[in-house]
């Protein structure tokens, strides 16, 4: 019985480490693995600093350095928020094509595949969370380095995002 095709959508504002866990656990379960980047269409916010391709450049870096790209099937799709949940849904699952599961820690999301998709909650790791980081940033409190891959944390440094998240808050 071939394995299945996992769904998990973030908004990676930014990629972080519990976001990898994550990763790393679909890869075990997992045939092929797509990786939603949500609200793709927000940058420059104070909640949305990063762009999808920033995002997009984050995850594969990371991923990369872990040797998850190209061991597993990994594949990215951008996905830009609807005002109708269904019709967000219906647009997630036309570019991905099936999936049989949907890993997300977001109620709204597991909601949108409610009755449709089963959905593996996914519970956020204690102390690690996006918003969190990006206030850390703010605040000048250099231990968000060791809350997201080094990878990543390297490249908010060649786009000088901690600058950006700053002039944002």
């Known amino acids: 019985m071939p394995k299945p095709t996992g769904l998990f959508i ?3 504002q930014p990629l972080h480490n519990g976001h990898m866990l994550v990763i790393e656990g679909m890869t075990k379960v997992c045939g092929k693995i797509w990786i939603g980047i949500g609200s793709s269409e927000k940058h420059h916010e104070k909640e ?3 762009t999808a391709a920033e995002r997009r450049e984050m995850l594969q870096r990371a991923l990369q350095d ?3 790209i190209p061991m597993f099937d990994i594949n990215f799709v951008e996905l830009p928020d609807e005002t109708d949940d269904v019709v967000w849904r219906d647009k997630v699952l ?3 094509g099936v999936v049989d599961v949907v890993w997300t ?3 709204q999301t597991a909601k ?3 009755g449709k998709v089963p959905v593996k909650p996914i519970k ?4 690690i969370s996006a918003h969190e980081i ?3 940033m703010v605040e000048e409190d250099m231990n968000w380095k060791k809350k997201v891959p080094n990878d990543v944390m390297m490249f908010i440094g060649e786009i000088d995002g901690v600058a950006r998240v700053k002039a944002l808050e």
């Open 10 to 12: 973030g908004r990676f």
């Open 48 to 50: 949305n600093p990063f």
């Open 66 to 68: 872990k040797n998850l």
């Open 94 to 96: 036309e570019k991905t």
């Open 105 to 107: 820690g977001n109620d």
């Open 112 to 114: 949108c595949f409610e």
């Open 124 to 127: 956020e790791v204690p102390g």
């Open 134 to 136: 990006r206030k850390m």
